[in-house]
């Protein structure tokens, strides 16, 4: 796959292209990890008024290949990414990197300084990009703290703190 260039589009709704996108991230998480392991949202989740939900696209122009998603929740106090995947063949050519400005920028427009994030122990290209992006980890935060020490037993938690924010 060759892209020249990446787009981003917000998604208010499930369409084919999301629910295919979602469906193989879930798909490849698990064939990783027990249920009570996954804590990716729900496909209806994604588009509740806190999160801001991103497909990016593959060159431009009407018709443009999705090749990626992710989104952002937003709460009082910090955001979260949520539900970030490239599709195999669109990995290393900037779409993740695309989609993680996007929502950092919708962290920043909602006025939030700490964006976090959970990924799981064997996600190694994830936690690699995490990393690189100038994300460190950190302790279970929101509701993975109040959780079962076996439903996070593979999770990796994750923060950064965007320059430019208010908070």
Same mark, same amino acid.
Do not use: W
């Given at each position: 796959?060759?892209?020249?260039?990446?787009?981003?589009?917000?998604?208010?709704?499930?369409?084919?292209?999301?629910?295919?996108?979602? /469906?193989?991230? =879930?798909?490849? @998480? %698990?064939?990783?990890?027990?249920?009570?392991?996954?804590? $990716? !949202? *729900?496909?209806?989740? #994604?588009?509740?008024?806190?999160?801001?939900?991103?497909?990016?696209?593959?060159?431009?122009?009407?018709?443009?290949?999705?090749?990626?998603?992710?989104?952002?929740?937003?709460?009082?106090?910090?955001?979260?990414?949520?539900?970030?995947?490239?599709?195999?063949?669109?990995?290393?050519? /900037?779409?993740? =990197?695309?989609? @993680? %400005?996007?929502?950092?920028?919708?962290?920043?427009?909602? $006025? !939030? *300084?700490?964006?976090? #994030?959970?990924?799981?122990?064997?996600?190694?290209?994830?936690?690699?990009?995490?990393?690189?992006?100038?994300?460190?980890?950190?302790?279970?935060?929101?509701?993975?703290?109040?959780?079962?020490?076996?439903?996070?037993?593979?999770?990796?938690?994750?923060?950064?703190?965007?320059?430019?924010?208010?908070?």
């Amino acid at each position: 796959m060759r892209i020249t260039h990446v787009t981003i589009e917000r998604a208010t709704a499930p369409t084919d292209d999301v629910r295919a996108l979602v /469906g193989e991230l =879930e798909e490849a @998480l %698990a064939a990783e990890y027990l249920p009570e392991q996954r804590h $990716g !949202l *729900a496909l209806d989740a #994604l588009f509740r008024p806190n999160i801001h939900f991103f497909v990016a696209r593959g060159d431009a122009g009407e018709g443009a290949a999705a090749v990626g998603c992710g989104g952002v929740a937003l709460f009082a106090d910090f955001a979260e990414v949520k539900r970030m995947y490239v599709r195999p063949p669109a990995r290393g050519l /900037g779409v993740a =990197e695309a989609l @993680l %400005a996007r929502v950092e920028a919708a962290t920043r427009e909602a $006025g !939030l *300084a700490h964006l976090r #994030l959970e990924t799981g122990d064997r996600q190694t290209a994830a936690i690699r990009f995490y990393e690189r992006m100038g994300f460190s980890r950190c302790a279970a935060f929101g509701t993975y703290a109040a959780m079962p020490a076996a439903s996070i037993l593979t999770s990796l938690f994750f923060e950064k703190r965007l320059a430019g924010s208010a908070a």
